[in-house]
């Protein structure tokens, strides 16, 4: 039984030691993932960072210690010139805070070589609790919903965990309404955790408020990423921290979502949390591409379900 001034997820990893703290969707995920690094690092616990990573690794100077796994430091660099490098800057900026680390960066391919590369972070670690961050919602679409956003991402990374056998697993959601522009329908979203509810795996939420120390770090980063990487701005980053900071509606913090209209609003920076492996066992389709070694079979295993659906779940707006 819990109360109501706890917080499952806090509970959840209150005797953690060890966490592997790992963005689920490519990309920046792992930003999202920063405050929670923060608030861990301050609570004394050992701390390890990985990203499923948009770089193309094998086309930078991060060593490979394992098949499809690097580990990326401030130093290395992106030869191949397109300036796409989200976990070096990460390792850049925490490094300009003292902090000299390293992150896993996990090449894009299917849930079983994921699979192995978690298990090899897990031993190297002594990992006793494992956190995935999707900066959006798409990774709470079960399959049947008309709409499913990329989940490729979100659901290779999930199950590639799921199936390492950790037991304390946590999903963390961030960014209510950024995943409208790649169809996904927040009411499903909510029905989806009223589901979970249920059956035991919602474990509640938490706020970014401005005058946070962990607010204002992701800030920072955000920041820091936006000058280093102009042209390649992360939408879902820049659209958490206008939420933090306050802003409301069709706000824009970078030239990328120009000509589109946003929905900043201050559920954005809120962290939903849940227990992966109960949201695994939602997923309709995890058989299909549980053995999936590339993106592509996952595709396939995805189609393969989709085609045989009998009924979707449509698209519906929130009737507020």
Not at 107 to 116: F, K, L, M
Request: charged residues 25%.
């Amino acid at each position: 039984m819990t109360h109501l001034d706890k917080n499952p997820f806090f509970d959840r990893i209150k005797e953690s030691k060890n966490v592997l703290l790992a963005g689920a969707g490519g990309g920046f995920d792992i930003y999202s993932g920063i405050p929670i690094y923060q608030n861990l690092i301050n609570s004394g616990k050992n701390v390890v960072l990985a990203n499923y990573s948009f770089t193309l690794l094998e086309e930078t100077t991060s060593e490979e210690v394992f098949p499809n796994c690097y580990k990326v430091r401030m130093g290395d660099s992106d030869k191949s010139g397109r300036n796409y490098f989200p976990e070096k800057y990460l390792c850049s900026f925490l490094g300009s805070k003292g902090a000299y680390i390293t992150v896993y960066g996990l090449s894009r391919v299917g849930v079983q070589p994921t699979r192995d590369t978690y298990n090899y972070i897990i031993k190297e670690h002594d990992i006793d609790t494992v956190i995935l961050v999707d900066g959006g919602t798409d990774s709470l679409m079960f399959g049947d919903e008309e709409g499913l956003g990329t989940p490729q991402e979100d659901i290779c990374s999930m199950a590639a965990a799921h199936r390492t056998g950790v037991k304390n697993q946590i999903l963390l959601s961030i960014g209510f309404g950024v995943d409208h522009y790649h169809g996904v329908s927040h009411y499903r979203f909510l029905e989806n955790i009223s589901e979970l509810t249920r059956e035991g795996g919602y474990l509640g939420v938490f706020h970014l408020l401005p005058d946070m120390e962990e607010a204002i770090l992701l800030e920072e980063l955000v920041e820091y990423a936006n000058i280093v990487m102009r042209g390649r701005e992360s939408i879902v980053a820049n659209s958490i921290v206008s939420a933090v900071q306050g802003n409301y509606g069709d706000f824009h913090r970078t030239k990328r979502t120009k000509g589109s209209e946003l929905w900043i609003n201050p559920l954005m920076s809120m962290y939903w949390a849940f227990d992966l492996h109960k949201v695994i066992r939602k997923i309709k389709y995890y058989d299909e591409i549980k053995a999936s070694k590339t993106i592509g079979e996952f595709n396939m295993g995805l189609s393969s379900y989709r085609q045989n659906i009998k009924k979707t779940r449509e698209k519906k707006n929130i009737p507020i």
